[in-house]
């Protein structure tokens, strides 16, 4: 690979680098010298993340190399040591930090990440070690642990496994973690760890933590930097360290977020009746002698009181704060929720206790929940949470939390609040146990309104350098300003595309010269809907292939879907393109962006309609035919009466000064506008051969201060006087735009359509399992972003899980090693062991591949389109469903006239599975062998009153050792038939002598 020297440094670059890249590496390699910090912006396309990689892994191979030298002349001692002295004084004096950095590159998602090493792999620095730090969900490959939902609960289930030395994927990270299987291979994305782990039998959520000791550059997630929780959790070390922070054009908001904590009533009324139940299980227990011999629980009886009477003083406190505006809530100063929470015995002093014993908590019933009817503890992951950010600050800056925080509170809808309860499975009442209150639920706000505090847990290390970069980060002094990051470097690229392949202009007026402004004044004006239909027809006339519309807001996005189809403009604009609108559901999004590409690349061309801040608009890739224009209906301006954006607004009003060049209240509102704006143009231009318009159809980004705050490089194309033309001549440019793009620009390469709706559902943060649209291709594993979950999952329990081969792992995730013989397993994986019946929403047979597809795999949500095959999925939609019952059969017929042996052999179930109408075959179920898992069967199976005599007879039994008593209850509480083999498993548990007894007393109910 070609070297070129770049601000004193060898850099090994693909190709050799375009001006706007130099200009990048610079500045990059500037900050890493000086150990100073950078904002960099430079547009989608211009090979940024390429220009990032290849510039700080050439300086920290430079900084190696120094390094190695004087420590070498050192040695030799005399002259050369003295001046390898002063060469490590003057490093010094850079205000360079001794030793050899690391590299912490983060971004927003995981996918992200991946694309990063990726691009790594392909570059001359890939012999350098690189490794990420990913979640369970990604990376846990114990199918107990990745069966449950949620990931808290995921966390819950691995801590208690690791805490009892009963995960043997865990057992195994010290004993394989120098085995020359994770060392050899330098770069170690998602993918390799799993793979990896499975081959050694090893967790690699674990050993990804082992290897980053070692590693050049770590990939991760912004939470593991920002959240100092998760950076602890992850052992993430920040001393000496070059962190960037990829995609930061959210970054505000994200610190923001990460010091921000809301709590509602019905979480405390939960965490009540939470702690009732574990206080009443431990007393039933405790009550037991065959529990006797138990292991000590880690809290005590007193605690619980303790903290549930904290509780209560909590729910109190809150029922008594007067909120005088029931609609848009009132606000507080922060030092409000300090003495809320004191008021109830919550202060920095007691919270680590606190926090310690919530923790304990949640494992407890993470555990208990596996065989009974107990929640989770989600009610006391949300106090920790609460307490853990609340009393995070130290007592030196308390006059900056003052300033920077408010304590809002809101009146919680009550069908809200049923809805949330309802979630965990409990009734919607507050708590049988707590104090009633006649008052109206809350919700408590406590929100930072200063980003700078996120920052300041970076800052506050001995971080070397920090490198704020993205594609839309204009303008850049505001960001500055609000980071209260010291910057010494910042840059705005141009694109790295020749003006003849952008078309960037703004359409004040419609063709029929009404006004277009989408202000909420006009909103409603039937005269504006109707022109700004009449433009997106008529630029749809003229646009080839993918046509993107952004909305400022759902309401306007319905608004005008509702007037286009009243008046016939939706029925014209789909004779050209078939129209798509952005779906709200995770479900019908991969059946609509699947159905968008199809249509492009059919060669019908498509209309997408979205919304800005929407899943399309952030972080999407529409490149070449996928996306040729984009237009942009209106300025996304945040809603004016929200209550956090008020007080965001008067945040800064009153701590603007000179000094700090802070925004004013109204500069940000507007602001936040344009940044949402940057993002939605930012679809269209992917890479240096592409080519298409960017339409901005209000006639406000005409206006100077609007304009100014769009990316660099869209301003140099509008020109230094930024002004709105007539419709006319605008379609006639646009017209001879694309004629000439067309003829004098390379075509684009066509990527599968598969793989456009795999990397676009990740990066719209949607996992893909049954939804897919080529069910073989997922069956076989071709789907590059599947989970370690649909890797590790197995439905037949085996004798032991440590004995699994690679090829088992990839038998459970449904992939086979012959790939002439398909596999069933990636649907089967998906039902539970004790599933008796399978819904395959069709009642039709056919031969067909489409037909089976049809049949296996559940129907989604058809997306509002006018495409003529729409009315033909939405009538299989409307197919009476009906359930058959899986049952084994080893005479199925191998006819290829068989509807059972074509659907499912076509799956590999062959002899081994037949659909039928036939009853399932019962499976005498058997009580539990332990005691307390029997008791805790018992206790989920019975009425609490009943429950209740069954341990008082227990009791008595095994004090008075008289067992017709005990009998008559057994009797009557195990009646019910379904009860009868826990009834047989009581008799374990009966005393010899009296066994005969037993047998007689049960013998006409067990007969």
């Known amino acids: 690979m070609p070297e070129y020297i770049i601000a004193g440094i060898p850099v090994h670059f693909p190709f050799e680098p375009y001006d706007v890249q130099t200009a990048y590496m610079e500045k990059v390699i500037s900050c890493l010298r000086d150990g100073t910090n950078g904002v960099l912006e430079s547009p989608t ?50 205000n360079a930090s001794w030793g050899i950095p690391k590299i912490i590159y983060a971004s927003r998602t995981h996918s992200q990440l991946t694309q990063a090493m990726q691009e790594l792999k392909r570059t001359s620095y890939s012999f350098m070690r690189a490794v990420v730090l990913g979640s369970r969900d990604q990376l846990c490959i114990h199918p107990e642990v990745m069966r449950e939902q949620g990931n808290s609960n995921k966390v819950q289930l691995c801590k208690l496994r690791i805490q009892t030395r009963t995960c043997s994927f865990y057992n195994r990270v010290e004993s394989k973690k120098d085995s020359p299987e994770l060392k050899e291979q330098s770069i170690m994305d998602i993918e390799d760890l799993v793979k990896v ?40 070390d920040l001393n000496n360290t070059i962190v960037i922070l990829d995609e930061a054009h959210n970054i505000e908001k994200i ?107 949640v494992q407890f019933m993470t555990v208990q929940s596996q065989d009974s009817a107990f929640r989770k503890g989600g009610s006391f992951d949300v106090l920790s949470n609460l307490l853990s950010v609340v009393f995070v600050k130290k007592e030196d800056i308390i006059a900056k939390v003052l300033r920077s925080f408010k304590v809002h509170v809101q009146i919680e809808e009550l069908k809200q609040n049923a809805k949330n309860a309802g979630k965990d499975g409990w009734l919607s009442k507050a708590s049988s146990n707590s104090t009633v209150s006649t008052k109206l639920p ?96 008529n630029i749809s006339r003229i646009v080839p292939d993918g046509l993107l519309v952004f909305f400022p807001s759902y309401p306007l996005l319905n608004q005008c879907v509702d007037a286009w189809q009243a008046s016939g403009l939706w029925a014209e604009v789909s004779r050209h393109k078939p129209i798509f609108v952005e779906p709200r559901s995770k479900d019908s999004f991969t059946t609509t962006m699947e159905e968008f590409y199809k249509s492009i690349r059919d060669a019908k061309g498509a209309v997408f309609m979205a919304v800005c801040r929407g899943k399309v608009s952030e ?97 140099g194309h509008l020109g230094p006087a930024p002004k709105s033309l007539p419709f006319g001549s605008i379609v006639r440019e ?41 069910p073989k291709k997922v069956l076989e594993g071709k789907n590059k972003f599947a989970t370690a979950q649909t890797m590790a999952m197995k439905v037949e329990k085996t004798n032991s899980i440590e004995s699994w081969t690679p090829d088992d792992y990839k038998m459970a995730a449904g992939r086979s090693q012959d790939s002439k013989v398909p596999n069933a397993m990636d649907f089967m994986s998906r039902l539970d062991n004790n599933v008796k019946s399978i819904d395959f929403n069709s009642a ?164």
């Open 45 to 94: 396309g211009t090979g940024k993340t390429l220009s990032l990689l290849c510039s700080s892994l050439a300086w920290l191979l430079s900084r190696k190399a120094d390094m190695q030298s004087l420590v070498q002349r050192n040695a030799r001692g005399g002259a050369a040591a003295q001046q390898a002295a002063n060469e490590f004084n003057a490093i010094q004096s850079r």
């Open 619 to 715: 972080g999407l890739d529409f490149a070449d035919r996928n996306g040729r224009a984009v237009i942009i209906t209106g300025l996304p301006f945040p809603p004016l009466k929200d209550p956090k954006v008020i007080l965001k607004k008067r945040y800064l009003e009153d701590n603007r000064t000179k000094e700090n060049e802070l925004l004013t209240g109204q500069a940000w509102y507007s602001l936040e506008a344009t940044r949402a704006v940057n993002q939605a143009i930012g679809r269209v231009i992917r890479h240096r051969n592409d080519y298409g318009a960017i339409l901005l159809c209000d006639m406000r980004f005409a206006q100077p201060n609007q304009a100014s705050q769009l990316s660099k490089w869209v301003r």
């Open 844 to 1007: 039709s047979c056919s031969n067909s591949p489409r037909h089976n597809q049809v049949s296996l795999y559940k129907r989604e949500r058809i997306s509002p389109t006018s495409s003529p095959s729409s009315s033909g999925s939405a009538s299989l939609a409307n197919i009476k469903r009906k359930r058959y019952k899986l049952v084994k059969d080893t005479s199925i017929s191998d006819s290829p006239t068989s509807c059972a042996s074509t659907s499912l052999g076509e799956f590999g179930f062959k002899s081994k599975a037949r659909l039928s109408l036939e009853p399932p075959v019962e499976v005498e179920k058997q009580a539990p062998q332990e005691r307390v898992e029997f008791l805790r069967v018992l206790r989920s199976s019975l009425s609490p009153d009943d429950f209740s005599a069954f341990t008082a007879a227990l009791m008595a039994y095994s004090r008075q050792d008289k067992i017709e008593e005990f009998l008559e209850v057994l009797v009557r509480v195990l009646s019910k038939p379904e009860l009868h083999y826990m009834l047989r498993g009581m008799r374990r548990f009966i005393k010899v002598n009296h066994k005969e007894l037993f047998d007689a007393g049960t013998a006409h109910i067990l007969s």
């Open 442 to 537: 809350k919700i408590i706000n406590y929100w930072c309104f200063n980003p700078g505090f996120g920052m300041e847990q970076l800052l506050n290390t001995q971080v070397r350098s920090i490198i704020l970069t993205s594609g839309t980060l204009a303008p850049l002094k505001p960001l500055i300003a609000e980071l209260a990051v010291p910057i010494a470097q910042s840059l705005e690229n141009p694109h790295i595309v020749d003006k003849s392949q952008v078309f960037v202009k703004i359409i004040g007026t419609g063709p029929d010269r009404e006004q277009l402004i989408s202000n909420f004044a006009n909103r409603d004006n039937p005269k504006y809907l109707s022109s700004l239909g009449q433009t997106v027809l």
């Open 255 to 361: 610190c923001e977020e990460s010091a921000s904590v809301q709590i509602r009533s019905s979480d405390i009324a939960l965490a009540i009746d939470d702690v009732t139940h574990v206080m009443k299980a431990m007393m039933s227990e405790n009550a037991l002698d065959f529990m006797s011999n138990d292991e000590p629980k880690d809290f005590k009886l007193e605690d619980l009181a303790l903290l549930k009477e904290m509780l209560l003083d909590l729910e109190k406190g809150i029922d008594d704060i007067v909120v005088e505006n029931k609609t848009e809530g009132t606000t507080f100063p922060p030092a409000f929720m300090f003495d809320l929470l004191a008021g109830a015995k919550f202060t920095p002093a007691t919270a680590p206790a606190t926090i310690s014993l919530l923790e304990r908590l």
């Open 197 to 236: 782990g499975q081959k050694l039998k090893v967790c690699p959520y674990f050993a990804s933590k082992e290897l980053t000791s070692d590693a050049d550059i770590t990939f991760m997630p912004y939470n593991y930097l920002l959240d100092p929780k998760a950076r602890k959790a992850n052992k993430v």
């Open 734 to 774: 646009l017209r001879e735009f694309f004629r000439n793009a067309d003829k004098s620009l390379p075509k684009p390469k066509e990527r599968s359509i598969e793989s456009l709706v795999s990397e676009t559902c990740e990066e719209a943060g949607i996992v893909q399992s049954r939804f897919f649209s080529d």
